[in-house]
Structures are given as structure tokens and as C-alpha cells.
């Protein structure tokens, strides 16, 4: 079984690249297709298993309307997530051969990939999240009819030709409805999404579909640490597909070790804090302690410059 996972960036690669990159080299079995033209300033130094295909944006919306038929209307890269689920078929050239293709985001660390793709074949879609097509990293099997699913959406045209950015590739912004308990078929969303599809589709009994979660996205500020250690991604003794940066990697107090590894350890920890380095002290990691508890200590004093108490105050026990 073959499979290939596009990763698409342009403009500058984020701080925490080096980690995807170390992630995927711990996947040989699978092919990884860099695409755009932020791959290019590393100038080939990527994994084995990385091919770049160093394409700006004006050529990637060139490639889109030749595929499609619609003329891509954006002008911001943020908008490619809306094209996630197209992209087996405007670059179906480069994966010929592949019996499966994916997608998945650069803030992530992958795990042990083809430890949970065991019944892949069983599946045309293979979604890491159980509510909805899982836009950080998801499977499609690579026929021309599940190439082109993404065009039985009706509002196809709409979101292909906008600028605007409708998650398309996901929900249509519906996760918190979705995650309380409701089908993407009862919820009002303003553009049909690719879950919404799939889901349809698969009800029609036209394509076999798996939704079930395998990642792991902390909320922000999680207690307990990650840790990933020789191409595994493990919490509390619980392997997951992959790790998702996505809630905490804003925060102020959240780093990563550019500054200080030469290269990536086979074995690191992730906390709320960053990611830090499972052998000596790491300084960062005691920095990024001390930042917090003095920024909350800022903003008590700002809070109550004069250290009054409010003696009125109704006691809570």
C-alpha cells in the first residue's frame, strides 16, 4: 500500500517545522509531497521520504483552474485549507502510482502512522477525528471518483472562486455543535462542507468512510506532559497518531528548541510550556515557569497597585 501526504506552506516555514520534518523522517513507509514555495529555502535539506515540489501560489491557482474548471478567487495562502480535499485532483500527475493520498498541517508531530492504518484499504476516507473530516490530517483514497467528491458539494463553486475562507475542508466551522453531540446533517451551516458530504455520500452507500479519533490536541494550558520518543507520540500510556500544536502554540510561554538543538532527539517532552528536552536541565523550560508566575504576579499588582483588601467581601469556603 502506497501513500503519499501533501504538506502544503508558502512565505516563511513557523519555528516548529524542524519537528514535523523529524516526524515525518520517522515514516520511511510514507511519502511526503512538500508543496510550495517556503520548502525551497531549505534548500533540499529534508527527509528521505520528502519530495518539494517548490511551486508559488499563482502557479497553484493556475493548476487549480485547469483541474476544476473554477478560478481560484483568494489572494491570502490561509485559503488553501478550503482546498485540502481538491488536491488529489489537481495534482494527480504527482501521485501516480499512490494507492492512497493525505494531507496534513506543519503544526503537528506525527507518530507512529501506519501502526493505526491497519484497515486502511477497508476505507475511501479516513478521517483522525470522529466528529468531522479531520482538516490536520486525513486519508483519501486515490480514484478519480474520490478525487472529485469534493464537487458534489453545491456550494463548490462559491468557495472555490472566494476569497473568504468557509473550512470547507472541515465543518464549516461547526466543531463546537458537532463535538456537543449533533450530525453535520442537523446543524444549519452556511456553505456544505466536505464532512457534510462524505457523510451524505456514505449514507447513499457510495463510499466507505472512518471517523474516529486518533489524535491528540491538548487544550490550552494542558497538564501532563507528551512525549514523543522514537516516532511515537504517547500521553498518560495512550499512543496517538499525532500531536497537535494547535491550542498552545500562540501562547507567550510556549517555545520551541530552535535556539538551542543543533538537530532534533529521537526522544523529547512536550508540555504546556513547549517542548523541551528529555536529558539535563533545560533552561528554557525553567525560564518559561518563572515568565508565567512573574506575569501573574504583574497583573495582580496592576489589578490592586495598593495591596487593599475588601474587607465587604462574602467569604467562600
Request: aromatic share 14%.
Amino acid at each position: 500500500m502506497n501513500i503519499s501526504i501533501f504538506v502544503v506552506y508558502f512565505g516563511n516555514l513557523p519555528p516548529f517545522v524542524p519537528l514535523f520534518l523529524s516526524s515525518c523522517a520517522s515514516n520511511p513507509a510514507i511519502d511526503f509531497l512538500l508543496l510550495g514555495d517556503a520548502w525551497l529555502t531549505l534548500d533540499g535539506d529534508v527527509p528521505e521520504n520528502c519530495r518539494v515540489l517548490g511551486i508559488g501560489l499563482d502557479e497553484f491557482k493556475e493548476r487549480a483552474y485547469k483541474a476544476t474548471g473554477i478560478m481560484p478567487g483568494f489572494s491570502s495562502p490561509y485559503k488553501l485549507c478550503d482546498y485540502k480535499p481538491v488536491l488529489g485532483e489537481i495534482f494527480g500527475r504527482e501521485l501516480s502510482g499512490f494507492d492512497y493520498w493525505g494531507f496534513c498541517d506543519t503544526d503537528i508531530v506525527l507518530g507512529d502512522v501506519m501502526s493505526f492504518l491497519g484497515d486502511l484499504e477497508s476505507y475511501d476516507i479516513f478521517s483522525t477525528s470522529r466528529e468531522y473530516l479531520s482538516g490536520p490530517l486525513f486519508f483519501f483514497r486515490n480514484t478519480e471518483r474520490i478525487n472529485k467528491l469534493y464537487s458534489m458539494s453545491k456550494d463548490v463553486e462559491k468557495v472555490m472562486s472566494s476569497e473568504k475562507h468557509y473550512c470547507f475542508d472541515e465543518c464549516s466551522f461547526a466543531w463546537s455543535r458537532l463535538l456537543a453531540g449533533q450530525s453535520i446533517l442537523e446543524v444549519d451551516t452556511e456553505i456544505e462542507s466536505m464532512t457534510e458530504v462524505i457523510v451524505k455520500a456514505q449514507n447513499r452507500g457510495e463510499v466507505s468512510a472512518h471517523f474516529k479519533n486518533l489524535s491528540l490536541e491538548p487544550p490550552k494550558g494542558f497538564k501532563g506532559t507528551v512525549s514523543v520518543d522514537n516516532g511515537r507520540v504517547l500521553m498518560n500510556g495512550q499512543s496517538y497518531i499525532h500531536y497537535h500544536h494547535l491550542h498552545n502554540k500562540g501562547r507567550s510561554v510556549y517555545t520551541y528548541p530552535k535556539w538551542h538543538w543543533s538537530q532534533v532527539p529521537e526522544s523529547y517532552w512536550i508540555n504546556c510550556y513547549g517542548v523541551f528536552g528529555k536529558h539535563g536541565l533545560d533552561l528554557g523550560y525553567r525560564f518559561n515557569q518563572y515568565k508565567t508566575r512573574w506575569l501573574k504576579r504583574v497583573g495582580r499588582k496592576l489589578s490592586n497597585p495598593l495591596g487593599r483588601t475588601d474587607y465587604n467581601a462574602t467569604k467562600i469556603t
